[in-house]
Each structure stands twice: as structure tokens, then as C-alpha cells.
Antibody, heavy 119, light 108 residues
């Protein structure tokens, strides 16, 4: 069974850093692009970042560009999101999502990890 | 950046048909996806590539896309369909994902 499992969320102060992880199983990890998608409390879904299967290319939403870094370790089937200089508005549940190879949809999502930015 | 617009809410009685729209500039030339999200749960893909259904999604869920509007239709609505529904496209010019603001479906 294909599965994604996020971890690393928690409470962080404004201006601080946090690293999220997303472990994958049940599929050939290196063959698939992935994204991070977040959801602030009571709000809608917001796409955050994207990484190719090889990890050679990444893109970011303007709201996090220059502060967040997405990476992957294909030998460990693990995806990462390094969150730097976090802001109160970064408070959200962060989901990792697997992008289908045949099109631009996310067919598999993790259960999410909550990041709270507060002093 | 590309923007998708969804009505905040739609209400429908059980057994009736629910239609939820998603608007965007020249949306008809893009591939549109729909996700269902129930409280406290991760989103679930219910329609992809405008009108295809993943395995396990009931035939009651269907999609269409033309000109500037995509539509998710749920036939014979059940209480269990009550959820938030999000449309999504991929902005290929920037390699960015784009989500609509979401529509809350209430089953009366």
C-alpha cells in the first residue's frame, strides 16, 4: 500500500527554523515528483513547493520563496522541508503529496503535520 | 499568478444533485482536478484531468471543463458527501500548483 507519513511539526518562535520530513513507502520513491501543500487553521489549501524525482529542480510559492528549502533523499525515500525565518502566517498543517507521472494531480497525500509559529 | 475562484458554499438536499464550479481564465485548456476534504482529514482526489475518476470513487462524482469554468457534479447526494471541495490546476509556466479557495458542501 502506498503511504506518505509526515513528521517534525511543532511549536516554533517567529524567526526560528524547523525541518519537516515525509517518509514514503509502497512505491518507487525516486520516480515521482512531490509537493508540499499547507492549510492554515480554518482556511483552504495552499500549494507551497515542488521537487522533481531526481531532486534537481524545485519551485516555491512566492509566500515562502527564499525562506523554505525543499529537498529529498531518494536513498531513504524521504522528503524534507526546511523552514527558515518562519512567520506567524506560516502556521498551518503541512501535507506532502505525490504528483502523478501521467498528469498534474496529487493522488496520494500524507496525514499532515501541524506547525505553529508563536511567541 | 493564476487564480481559481470557487463559491464559498453550496447546499443540497439528500438525493439531489450538487454542482460546484471553479472559474479561471481560459480554464478549459487546462487539466482540472477536484479534491474532497472532510474535517480533520487529508484531501482525497475525486476527479482528475477534468472528468476522470480514481479507482474507488463512486460514479456519482463527475466533472466537466469548458471555456472559463470547470464543474464538479455529485449525483444522488448522500450525507457522507458533506465536505470541502477544492479544484486544482498546474501552472506549467512556473511549475506551480494552484488551488481554488474551496467550496463547503452542506447536505441539508
Amino acid at each position: 500500500e502506498e503511504q506518505l507519513l509526515e513528521s517534525g511539526g511543532g511549536l516554533v518562535q517567529p524567526g526560528g527554523s524547523l525541518r519537516l520530513s515525509c517518509g514514503a513507502s509502497g512505491f518507487i520513491f525516486k520516480n515521482f515528483a512531490l509537493s508540499w501543500v499547507r492549510q492554515a487553521p480554518g482556511k483552504g489549501l495552499e500549494w507551497v513547493s515542488y521537487i522533481t524525482g531526481s531532486g534537481g529542480d524545485t519551485t516555491y510559492a512566492d509566500s515562502v520563496k527564499g525562506r523554505f528549502i525543499m529537498s529529498r533523499d531518494n536513498s531513504k525515500s524521504t522528503l524534507y522541508l526546511q523552514m527558515n525565518t518562519v512567520r506567524v502566517e506560516d502556521t498551518a498543517v503541512y501535507y506532502c503529496a505525490k504528483k502523478d507521472n501521467w498528469g498534474n494531480w496529487f493522488g496520494l497525500w500524507g496525514q499532515g503535520t501541524l506547525v505553529t509559529v508563536s511567541s | 499568478s493564476y487564480v481559481l475562484t470557487q463559491p464559498p458554499s453550496v447546499s443540497v438536499a439528500p438525493g439531489q444533485t450538487a454542482k460546484m464550479t471553479c472559474g479561471g481564465d481560459s480554464l478549459g485548456i487546462k487539466s482540472v482536478q477536484w479534491y474532497q476534504q472532510k474535517p480533520g482529514q487529508a484531501p482525497v482526489l475525486v476527479v482528475y484531468d477534468d472528468s476522470d475518476r480514481p479507482s474507488g470513487i463512486p460514479e456519482r462524482f463527475s466533472g466537466s471543463n469548458s471555456r472559463d469554468t470547470a464543474t464538479l457534479t455529485i449525483s444522488r447526494v448522500e450525507a457522507g458527501d458533506e465536505a470541502d471541495y477544492y479544484c486544482q490546476v498546474w501552472d506549467g509556466s512556473r511549475d506551480h500548483g494552484v488551488f481554488g479557495g474551496g467550496t463547503k458542501l452542506t447536505v441539508l
